[in-house]
């Protein structure tokens, strides 16, 4: 057996995980539940095969529930008991000539039944719990006829082996499923279930035991415990999805023009995985099976919506010129603009409505170049009629209905929710539900803030506070005593959010695989570092080069390197964090380095979405207050002046 490695050191935890491989999102769910590196085989991959787990690469019953998730840990913990158990019997039988070989998984060959040649952990191609094994094979002495040397044990008369059970046997069952989009095929998925009769034997006395917590550490990935650096398991089914869970059958059926079949490929492999990447991390294939393919196929609205999205990315990404591909913008753009009027006429169908409308906001997000213009209304506008729509659907009141209940929160109201905040920051106004998010901080619910975008529910309530502030402040309506109490209280309320430093640590474990939850703390340690430069920055005559502004954006700088960079990392979710703290930072700041370097590493993709449009504007932010600061003027120049300067509307979230 290998010697199991050394476990890395803490402090050189990102540096080690830099090395890993990067993590795929297609393994099967055994190795994700075991926090495992999956090498993806086709029917069943390596690690499930050498165990003898069953392998299931589409998403099983038991994922979306937690107590079911913990029973298949167990399950599986059994299984890689007997396995384990069953290769000890084998190492005994090969230093005693009294042992049966037959008491192994893999049938005796020269290689596992020999005195002193030692053997792999390799699974046997005739294992027990590998496909095609024969299960009632003849008792025969067959063996010991090709080495006499070897003296034939009676072990099918001998009482001493009685009590081990008879041969076990198992039946597979192979469920296949494909996914069609218009009747073409895109995705397919295979998952095998095995029914066993196979019950593991009493321990023997000579053999060690099993503690029944004990995992057992297996020299073909990394050591540890084999669920090393997870957490209590996430809740599958937390949102209240518009379209209801999806069915096991489900086909997308979305009517589209043979013209259009182009952006509506490129939205669905392209786009689709850029829009919730955190979501995407929770809850794997929530995005795509549960939110964007359902309303692709229902509602159509929606679907001219991401053709338009489509559109632009395709346009941004490769460089296309050209009428035709501006057309296709516009054309989509002002469909998807009059399906939304005529359905406000008819005054019906307002969970389509507001699915639309939030889409046509929050998608352009994610694609387009700063200097892309659309011939429309701007997000602002639009959201208007979200928030009436939110108003007519009570989706305020379903968010604060029974606090203490465990209730599934609208995934809409959620979407509204998170654009409402960090949008009123960009227009310098409250937010339009602050009230709600109010009481749900005080009653200490979820609003699925976290779950969606990354930031904890209390920060993103507590930004909104700010946010009032500030609005308070913009139209005189406190005056600097006031202003300056209520910047202590909520100064104090960001204090009660703090984390102990060692919880905050690199969200990748000792495998590559990412800590949904570890993520998260980290992501809010950014989001609160941010909120209290924006409060700091509503002190009045408080200017940037200020040395306690000046130490909470180095300690922004520091608490970036837990945030993985790069086109597979999350600096896309944290655009609103780095545009607070950017505002704030001086010529000789860390931060601007620290920027430079991450979108270094982003490439190409540093130019598109609100990550572009956050980058462009700073970049004119520094100019000007650089400037500023070179002559002397001790004037402080506001991002959202500067927006206003140049015409941007831009929702840098």
């Given at each position: 057996?290998v010697?199991?490695?050394a476990?890395?050191?803490?402090?050189?935890?990102?540096?080690?995980a830099?090395?890993?491989h990067r993590?795929?999102?297609?393994?099967?769910f055994?190795?994700?539940?075991?926090?495992?590196?999956?090498d993806?085989?086709?029917n069943?991959c390596?690690a499930?095969k050498h165990?003898g787990?069953?392998c299931e690469?589409k998403?099983?019953m038991?994922w979306?529930n937690?107590?079911?998730?913990?029973?298949?840990?167990e399950t599986i913990k059994n299984?890689?008991k007997?396995?384990?158990l069953?290769e000890?019997?084998?190492?005994?039988?090969?230093?005693?000539?009294?042992?049966?070989p037959?008491?192994s998984?893999s049938l005796?060959?020269?290689a596992t039944?020999?005195e002193a040649?030692?053997r792999t952990?390799?699974p046997?191609?005739e294992?027990q719990?590998?496909p095609?094994y024969?299960?009632n094979?003849?008792?025969s002495?067959?063996?010991y006829?090709?080495?006499?040397?070897?003296?034939s044990p009676?072990?099918?008369t001998n009482?001493?082996?009685?009590?081990?059970?008879?041969?076990p046997?198992?039946?597979d069952?192979?469920?296949?499923?494909?996914?069609?989009v218009?009747?073409?095929?895109?995705?397919h998925?295979s998952m095998?279930?095995?029914f066993?009769t196979y019950?593991?034997?009493s321990?023997h006395p000579?053999?060690p035991?099993f503690?029944?917590?004990e995992?057992i550490?297996?020299?073909?990935?990394?050591?540890?415990?084999?669920f090393?650096?997870?957490e209590?398991?996430?809740?599958?089914?937390?949102f209240d999805?518009?379209?209801?869970?999806p069915?096991?059958?489900?086909?997308?059926?979305?009517q589209?023009?043979?013209?259009?079949?182009?952006?509506?490929?490129h939205?669905?492999d392209n786009?689709l995985?850029?829009?919730?990447?955190i979501?995407?991390?929770?809850?794997?294939?929530?995005?795509?099976?549960e939110?964007?393919?359902?309303?692709?196929?229902?509602?159509?609205?929606?679907?001219?919506?991401?053709l338009?999205?489509s559109?632009i990315?395709?346009k941004?990404t490769?460089g296309?010129?050209?009428?035709?591909i501006?057309s296709?913008?516009?054309?989509h753009r002002?469909?998807?603009?009059?399906?939304?009027?005529?359905?406000?006429k008819?005054d019906?169908?307002?969970?389509?409505i507001?699915?639309a409308?939030?889409?046509?906001?929050?998608?352009q997000?994610?694609?387009?170049r700063?200097?892309?213009?659309?011939?429309d209304?701007?997000w602002?506008q639009?959201?208007?009629?979200a928030?009436?729509l939110?108003?007519?659907l009570?989706l305020p009141?379903?968010?604060v209905?029974?606090?203490?209940a465990?209730?599934?929160?609208?995934?809409n109201?959620t979407?509204a929710?998170?654009i409402?905040?960090?949008?009123?920051?960009?227009?310098?106004r409250?937010?339009?539900f602050?009230d709600?998010?109010?009481?749900?901080n005080q009653?200490?619910s979820?609003?699925?803030?976290?779950e969606?975008?990354?930031c904890e529910?209390?920060?993103?309530?507590?930004?909104?506070?700010?946010?009032?502030?500030d609005?308070?402040k913009s139209?005189?309506g406190i005056?600097?005593?006031q202003?300056?109490q209520?910047?202590?209280?909520?100064?104090?309320?960001l204090?009660?959010t703090?984390v102990?430093?060692e919880l905050l640590?690199?969200?990748?474990?000792s495998?590559?695989a990412?800590?949904?939850k570890?993520?998260?703390?980290?992501?809010?340690?950014v989001f609160?570092?941010?909120?209290?430069?924006?409060?700091?920055s509503l002190?009045?005559?408080?200017?940037k080069?200020?040395p306690?502004?000046q130490?909470?954006?180095?300690?922004?700088?520091g608490s970036?390197?837990l945030i993985?960079?790069g086109?597979?990392?999350f600096?896309?979710s944290?655009?609103?964090p780095l545009l607070?703290?950017?505002?704030e930072?001086?010529a000789?700041?860390t931060f601007?380095?620290a920027?430079?370097?991450r979108?270094a590493?982003?490439?190409?993709?540093?130019?598109f979405?609100?990550?572009?449009?956050?980058?462009r504007?700073?970049q004119?932010v520094?100019?000007?207050?650089?400037e500023?600061i070179?002559i002397g003027?001790?004037?402080n120049v506001?991002?959202?002046?500067?927006m206003?300067q140049k015409g941007w509307?831009?929702?840098?979230i």
């Open positions: 057996m010697a199991p490695k476990a890395p050191a803490k402090g050189s935890e990102p540096k080690a830099s090395k890993m993590r795929s999102r297609s393994g099967c055994t190795c994700r539940l075991r926090r495992k590196k999956c993806e085989g086709k069943q390596k499930c165990l787990l069953k690469y998403r099983p038991w979306s937690n107590e079911q998730r913990k029973h298949q840990k299984i890689i007997r396995t384990k069953s000890k019997t084998t190492q005994i039988g090969t230093s005693c000539a009294a042992t049966p037959g008491l998984h005796p060959t020269s039944y020999s040649t030692a952990r390799a046997s191609i294992s719990h590998s095609g024969d299960f094979p003849p008792l002495h067959d063996y006829d090709f080495h006499p040397h070897i003296v009676p072990y099918d009482a001493h082996y009685q009590p081990f059970p008879p041969t046997y198992e039946v069952v192979k469920t296949e499923r494909q996914m069609y218009n009747d073409i095929p895109t995705r998925d095998i279930s095995t066993s019950q593991p034997p321990a000579t053999l035991s503690p029944e917590d995992w550490n297996e020299d073909i990935y990394n050591t540890g415990d084999m090393s650096g997870t209590e398991g996430l809740d599958f089914e937390f999805f518009s379209h209801g869970a069915q096991a059958s489900q086909q997308a059926l979305i589209v023009d043979d013209c259009d079949r182009p952006l509506l490929d939205f669905i786009v995985r850029l829009i919730f990447p979501l995407e991390v929770n809850q794997h294939g929530s995005a795509r099976s939110v964007i393919l359902p309303a692709l196929e229902s509602n159509k609205c929606y679907l001219h919506c991401c338009s999205i559109a990315h395709l941004s490769q296309l010129q050209g009428e035709r501006d296709d913008i516009v054309r002002y469909a998807t603009i009059a399906e939304l009027c005529e359905a406000l008819l019906t169908n307002h969970l389509q507001l699915e409308t939030l889409g046509m906001i929050f998608f997000c994610s694609v387009g700063p200097d892309d213009a659309l011939p209304i701007s602002h639009h959201f208007q009629a928030i009436s939110v108003r007519k009570e009141h379903a968010m209905h029974d606090n203490n465990r209730v599934h929160p609208p995934f109201m979407l929710s998170w409402d905040i960090l949008g009123a920051t960009m227009l310098g409250s937010p339009e602050a709600t998010y109010r009481e749900k009653s200490g979820s609003s699925g803030l976290c969606l975008m990354g529910d209390s920060m993103m309530y507590l930004i909104s506070e700010v946010a009032c502030l609005a308070l139209s005189n005056n600097d005593m202003l300056c209520l910047i202590g209280s909520l100064g104090t309320s204090d009660t703090e102990p430093a640590m690199w969200p990748y474990s495998t590559g990412i800590r949904p570890q993520l998260s703390r980290n992501m809010t340690s609160r570092l941010a909120a209290r430069i924006y409060l700091c002190v009045p005559n408080k200017t080069d200020d306690a502004m130490a909470l954006v180095d300690r922004f700088t970036l390197h993985p960079h086109p597979d990392g600096d896309r944290i655009v609103w607070i703290a950017g505002s930072s001086t000789d700041s601007r380095q920027l430079a370097s979108i590493s982003l490439g190409e993709h540093a130019e979405g609100s990550f572009g449009r956050m980058v504007l700073l004119e520094w100019r000007q207050s650089d500023a070179r003027s001790g004037q506001h991002w959202r002046d500067v206003q509307d831009f929702l840098l």
